[in-house]
């Protein structure tokens, strides 16, 4: 490795990667026999044919549907009279206050209403998540999941959208850690420690303890401009969906710059729970840092790729050089039935989300921020953060106003006369906001024998079955809306209304499982059914 930042990072995919391949690998294109139907094969289409979740969604109609909603010509007017349209990703500091404000908020709404954090445990779980890192689906892998997130969120508020972390603005400086960025009315001016300052004080972790963070203990640096420029000059695909976790016999070489292990470097400068991938999800960083890897991914598609190559070029598949999840037609666990090419397609972009331009010097002094400036006395003008009070700012010879809510004095940003200090004697509230539709399931199971095949220990003796098909059941979910054990329920509020038009025959797996009380399938039980 060419040095210890990116070592840790190496250690840590080499690791996962070892993990990885001792997982079953779900195909679900392959011949796979449901348990005690030998010879039949996995009967799903790409996506379910009957959508639960709108987190599952690839377009502004299907959220629209499944909440309520009456669709426009391109947006949906939600139950409460919101407009859900789609996203516009803004880097974080560019958000007016207002949005800044709303999407704290609708953060603190996702974490009190335990979606955060289902969110970041399927990030914490390699046996849930093989392809999530150490191969060419980490892109694609990422997409989806903070897709999934970027939903939840604005169910919560439609006007606010995932905003990206761009960390150039931070590489620019000295040192990042004299960002603003680390200051009460954004992310804390925690420097190493439990965060108790900022946005998200209080946040807490995996354990339930507050978040640490240890910024600059184990990295000198985080992903800059000259990192993201390599990743952008790079031509070839196997480049960019990169192997970063090979073995003997690949016959591609480890690319150090590559992207994946490239945004390592943040993760390791900020420390604490973003050090490792277990923990990393649960701090709010992890999600806008990852949106901005999304965004340099998506430029580089844009730059490099026509439109009708970005949803079929994927590496070659080669046990040598990945792990089989991260084979073009495995299944993106534990998004099944999507498979890991499905996230090259082009609707994220077309139907979802789009991304604001990034700060630039021609948007003024500042950068289009009052957290940023433009930096003229290091080469080219560049955006760069403003430093924080109480941090050296030497080194600016051109008149930049280099220093947030103060002023640079014998190269320290100190307060000026007539600005009161950055630090508020006392924090703003932590506000949240009430959702603006019902609280849906994501964990079902897609056939009505799952449970008695569980009960015959089928989650382990054919595992590339139901690790996909029963995920309820094997535990590879936890249902939040209802109970597993009753024996005749209805598992989803549109139940009723998919029985009235005809799901129960259309689509009679999924619904006969999960919609038993509407289909009328109480007189008869699982197990009588599945093992007559």
Not at 362 to 373: A, D, I
Not at 426 to 436: A, C, D, K, Q, R
Not at 462 to 472: D, E, G, H, K, L
Request: a negative charge; charged letters at 15%.
């Amino acid at each position: 490795a060419p040095d210890e930042a990116m070592r840790t990072v190496c250690e840590q995919l080499n690791k996962w990667d070892d993990s990885a391949r001792s997982q079953p690998a779900a195909a679900p294109m392959a011949p796979v026999a449901a348990p005690g139907v030998a010879g039949m094969v996995a009967v799903m289409s790409v996506l379910p044919a009957t959508i639960t979740d709108p987190i599952v969604c690839t377009d502004i109609p299907c959220v629209c549907q499944l909440n309520g909603g009456t669709m426009g010509s391109s947006s949906c007017t939600t139950s409460s009279g919101a407009t859900y349209g789609k996203g516009t990703r803004k880097e974080y500091r560019m958000m007016t206050d207002a949005e800044r404000g709303r999407f704290h908020a609708a953060m603190w709404t996702m974490k009190n209403n335990g979606d955060y954090d289902r969110m970041a445990h399927i990030h914490a779980n390699v046996n849930q998540a093989p392809s999530a890192h150490s191969g060419p689906a980490f892109l694609a892998w990422h997409r989806e999941y903070i897709k999934r997130f970027e939903i939840l969120l604005r169910l919560i508020d439609p006007s606010i959208s995932l905003p990206y972390w761009d960390t150039t603005l931070e590489g620019a400086l000295a040192d990042p850690q004299y960002s603003a960025l680390w200051s009460n009315e954004l992310m804390g001016d925690t420097m190493n420690g439990p965060v108790n300052t900022g946005a998200f004080r209080g946040w807490t972790n995996i354990d339930g303890d507050t978040i640490n963070r240890n910024l600059g203990q184990d990295s000198g640096r985080v992903l800059n401009a000259n990192d993201r420029n390599l990743v952008m000059g790079k031509t070839r695909i196997e480049s960019i969906l990169a192997f970063s976790s090979t073995r003997d016999g690949c016959p591609y070489s480890v690319e150090w710059d590559n992207l994946e292990f490239a945004h390592g470097y943040s993760h390791v400068y900020v420390g604490g729970e973003m050090l490792t991938q277990h923990t990393a999800a649960f701090d709010p960083l992890f999600f806008m840092y990852h949106s901005f890897i999304d965004s340099i991914w998506e430029a580089w598609r844009t730059q490099r790729q026509t439109r009708n190559v970005r949803p079929t070029a994927y590496p070659p598949n080669n046990a040598q050089c990945s792990a089989e999840a991260h084979f073009s037609t495995s299944v993106m666990s534990p998004f099944a039935p999507l498979q890991n090419i499905d996230g090259l397609s082009n609707d994220y972009t077309d139907n979802l989300y789009t991304y604001a331009p990034g700060p630039s010097c021609s948007m003024g002094e500042n950068c289009g921020s009052k957290y940023l400036f433009c930096d003229r006395s290091h080469g080219a003008a560049q955006c760069a953060a403003k430093i924080r009070l109480g941090q050296p700012c030497s080194g600016y010879t051109r008149g930049e106003a280099c220093c947030y809510n103060s002023v640079c004095t014998r190269g320290i940003c100190s307060p000026a006369p007539t600005i009161a200090p950055t630090t508020p004697s006392t924090l703003p509230p932590i506000v949240t906001v009430s959702t603006v539709s019902p609280v849906t399931e994501s964990c079902f199971n897609e056939h009505e024998c799952c449970g008695p095949w569980q009960a015959r220990g089928e989650c382990t003796r054919n595992p590339s079955y139901m690790r996909t098909w029963c995920q309820a059941s094997c535990n590879i979910c936890y249902p939040r809306q209802y109970t597993i054990s009753t024996a005749c329920s209805d598992r989803h509020y549109s139940c009723r209304q998919w029985a009235s038009a005809g799901e129960c025959t259309n689509n009679p797996l999924w619904m006969t499982e999960n919609c038993r009380q509407s289909c009328n399938r109480c007189g008869r039980t699982r197990e009588q059914t599945c093992f007559p």
